[in-house]
């Protein structure tokens, strides 16, 4: 790769980049304000976000640039590897204010490919602090330990895992008093599991939605062409102890 595609869209030294971020701040709010004359003054006036979307840190998964959403419209939590732990206070209030206060009807917990938690978690090569994060998704791995070591390749291990996980705190979220207690009035809401392919830029379902409806009756609708959506909603089923669906 030559400099000139390489600095095409920063040709800042790093010590000017905060710099350019603000210019490209003030840049933006003209810009915006030319298509737009009313758009802060929207944005000001209310806070309705229509979806929760609880991703992983990484700086190549923004959740509106890659889902196209704008100001407004995603209620945001990020960690590293998009963990949903039920004793994580933070993930719990903002679960709890999206749901409860902004009434939003879709959760989407995104994974990714290439997610560096996912292959620390795998490889048992991270910091102390982060490994310490990583612990649940590592108990994933080993639920999970049949079908990863049966897969020869690493990257298709990988991105196994990561769709594992993406499936596992989708149930992790779908037992958060939060998440019963709004399924228990009959609220709409419903929990998706995405992954996105950083190679292409897609997002994919993988097809472990839940809507607060019996295991057992979504088990009799679940479309059985699925593929690896099937595979994953069936290996989570099968697994026992905390890994049941709902
Ligand atoms: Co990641």
């Known amino acids: 790769m030559t400099s000139h ?9 790093p010590m000017n980049r905060s710099d350019t971020m603000l210019a490209n701040n ?6 915006r304000t030319a298509e737009d004359p009313d758009f802060f003054r929207r944005q000001a006036s ?21 889902s196209q959403t704008e100001p407004g419209e995603l209620f945001v939590h990020r960690n590293i590897a998009n963990q949903v732990v039920p004793t ?22 995104c994974g ?11 490889e048992d090569a991270a910091p102390p602090t982060v490994s310490q994060w990583l612990a649940q ?14 897969i020869a390749d690493p990257m298709r291990r990988y991105v196994r895992l990561v769709e594992l996980n993406v499936a596992e705190q989708v149930y992790n979220l779908s037992r958060t008093m939060v998440v019963e207690q709004a399924w228990a009035r009959g609220k709409t809401l419903r929990l998706h599991g995405w992954v996105y392919g950083l190679r292409e830029g897609l997002l994919r379902d993988v097809g472990v939605t839940l809507d607060g409806t019996p295991a057992a009756e979504r088990r009799e609708e679940a479309p059985s062409a699925a593929g690896a959506p099937e595979r994953i909603a069936e290996s989570a089923l099968r697994s026992g102890g905390g890994l049941r669906a709902r």
Request: net charge negative; with cysteine; hydrophobic share 45%.
């Open 137 to 150: 998704l590592r108990t994933v791995a080993r639920l999970h330990d049949d079908e990863l070591s049966a």
């Open 112 to 122: 990714h490919e290439e997610c560096g938690g996912v292959k620390a978690a795998l």
């Open 26 to 31: 003030r840049r933006w709010v003209r810009e």
């Open 46 to 66: 209310e806070h309705r976000p229509h979806t929760l979307w609880i991703g992983c840190s990484d700086a190549r998964v923004p959740a509106d640039l890659i």
């Open 5 to 13: 595609v390489t600095f095409h869209f920063n040709p800042v030294p």
């Open 88 to 109: 994580d206070t933070n993930l719990l209030a903002v679960l709890q204010y999206a749901v409860d206060v902004l009434g939003v009807q879709d959760v989407i917990v």
